[in-house]
T-cell receptor, first 116, second 113 residues
């Protein structure tokens, strides 16, 4: 079965320190991977995606993610965290089964808390 | 910029009421989706539509129906609302080309009392 796992419900980091939000996936075929961010009482905003090419993907707000095929992971990273990065982060993978290949399977989300 | 608009941000409905959640996108996207978001469960797909009048069930369609009479509009219908349908509902759209980004609306918070 296709799935996405975000093993940490919450990640705490001090402002200025590097941050990592973990994601692993299980999918048949080539994975299309996505990260979204959700601020309180808002919808999801697209951060970045991996389709093909360079394993290191750069996205919005200084975030980047590294695709690792052997470890089936797509961890989200930022070199220096900001308090304003505090939000709920979702990893997602394209559903490769069935006709419509735009459907995404989401992880359960990781809450990032950046402390001043 | 892509804009997905959910007309109602906050709704309170009574058990047994019929509820309509409306969503409009302005980018001529082929695909539209309705997801439900609950703490600890992430986002779960209720229904999606890949063309006008075309729809397919997602992972949790029970208790819901949808309507897509025009390309830009996708409605989620709760025929008889129940308290376990209290949740955040997110509409989304995408161009329909594999690998393209899905864009989300701001969400509709539904409370059923």
């Amino acid at each position: 079965a296709q799935s996405v796992a975000q093993p940490e419900d919450q990640v705490n980091v001090a402002e200025g320190n590097p941050l990592t939000v973990k994601c692993t996936y299980s999918v048949s075929g080539n994975p299309y991977l996505f990260w979204y961010v959700q601020y309180p009482n808002r919808g999801l905003q697209f951060l970045l995606k991996y389709i093909t090419g360079d394993n290191l993907v750069k996205g919005s707000y200084g975030f980047e993610a590294e695709f690792n095929k052997s470890q089936t992971s797509f961890h989200l990273k930022k070199p220096s965290a900001l308090v304003s990065d505090s939000a709920l982060y979702f990893c997602a993978v394209r559903d490769t089964e069935g006709y419509n290949t735009d459907k995404l399977i989401f992880g359960t989300g990781t809450r990032l808390q950046v402390f001043p | 910029d892509v804009k997905v608009t959910q007309s109602s941000r906050y709704l309170v409905k009574r058990t047994g009421e019929k509820v309509f959640l409306e969503c409009v996108q302005d980018m001529d996207h082929e695909n539209m989706f309705w997801y439900r978001q609950d703490p600890g469960l992430g986002l779960r797909l209720i229904y999606f539509s890949y063309d006008v009048k075309m729809k397919e069930k997602g992972d949790i369609p029970e208790g819901y129906s949808v309507s897509r009479e025009k390309k830009e509009r996708f409605s989620l219908i709760l025929e008889s609302a129940s308290t376990n349908q209290t949740s955040m509902y997110l509409c989304a759209s995408s161009p329909g080309i594999s690998g393209n980004t899905i864009y989300f609306g701001e969400g509709s918070w539904l409370t059923v009392v």
